[in-house]
């Protein structure tokens, strides 16, 4: 396990497909899929939200890969192993509703894939250099660091 647990990770400018990465994460081994999926909303911190664009850095795809082979190696264990994990994160200019991210993990038993789904996405919004730029209804703006 490890890299060839990594079926899908990247950077998309288009829409993501919930279901492209559900099927990245299909594996006949698996007792248990779980997934998470990030969509832009239309408030922040009591503001209201009306634009939203995410911005990464050129590592950000290899920075994904590398949070993704540590949880893998973090969540398998006990003969309980993680078999797949895949993550979509968009940039670009996105519309409130959207799809902005998202992940799933396939493993031996639904802890496992509990598990590893949280930690894939709190690691990726914590360590891959990925920003958001928000504009507020009141004409603010504001930028949110990923990591």
């Keep these: 396990m490890g890299v ?37 909303r239309d408030h922040d911190h009591g503001r209201g939200v009306t634009a939203l664009s995410y911005s990464a850095h050129p590592s950000a795809e290899a920075e994904m890969r590398r949070v ?3 949880v893998v190696a ?4 006990d003969g309980r192993p993680v078999w797949r994990v895949a993550a979509l994160h968009r940039v670009g200019d996105l519309e ?3 799809t902005a991210v998202v992940v ?13 789904c ?9 360590e891959v250099p990925i ?4 504009t507020f209804d009141d004409g603010g703006t504001e930028w949110v660091g990923a990591c």
């Design 104 to 116: 799933a993990a396939a493993a031996a038993h639904r802890e496992e894939a509990f598990d590893a």
């Design 74 to 77: 973090d969540t398998t264990g």
């Design 4 to 40: 060839e647990s990594i079926t899908l990770a990247g950077l998309r400018d288009t829409p993501i497909s919930v279901d492209e990465v559900i099927s990245a994460v299909g594996d006949a081994r698996a007792g248990g899929t779980a997934f998470f999926v990030g969509t832009v």
């Design 68 to 70: 993704m082979e540590k």
């Design 131 to 134: 920003w958001k730029h928000q």
């Design 118 to 126: 949280r930690r894939l996405i709190d690691d990726i919004k914590a």
């Design 96 to 98: 409130i509703g959207d």
